[in-house]
């Protein structure tokens, strides 16, 4: 399991053994996915334009693909839209994401061992839900309807 890269002498380690150089718009796109926790490729981009020269969209996309790459961020799917990153080394978890409100609610992947054993068993398929994205319609949203 890659390890969270926590500064900007290791993110350099990282790149220089891969025959890469550290560049100011690498460390910004790193930066901002520690920071923004999970993130579009848009969110990444407004947090960090202006600050250095030359970060347009297609710089982040580009990025994004190369520490993905290197195995220091990953993206999951929340919605029809674009990606979300996090950073590689962020624990696994499980997104509930309302079909109504949009709200995005973190939980455990314990919580999918029943439906993970069921398929295993049907299937022989091991489910992988560390980073999985369930739509539906959240207690709230539920509520409402009452």
Do not use: W
């Not at 790459?69 to 962020?90: F, I, K, M, N, R």
């Amino acid at each position: 399991m890659p390890t969270e890269v926590e500064t900007e002498t290791e993110l350099a380690a990282v790149l220089r053994s891969k025959g890469l150089r550290m560049t100011a718009q690498r460390q910004l796109v790193l930066e901002a996915v520690r920071a923004l926790g999970h993130a579009t490729p848009e969110q990444i981009h407004e947090r960090i334009r202006g600050q250095v020269d030359g970060v347009n969209i297609t710089t982040v996309y580009r990025t994004l693909d190369l520490l993905e790459e290197l195995q220091l961020v990953s993206h999951t799917h929340l919605s029809h839209g674009a990606p979300t990153y996090h950073l590689a080394g962020d624990r696994g978890h499980a997104h509930l994401v309302c079909h109504r409100c949009g709200r995005i609610t973190e939980v455990e992947p314990t919580l999918f061992a029943n439906a993970r054993k069921e398929v295993a068993d049907a299937t022989g398929f091991i489910m992988d839900v560390g980073h999985v994205a369930v739509f539906g319609t959240c207690a709230e949203c539920l509520e409402k309807d009452q």
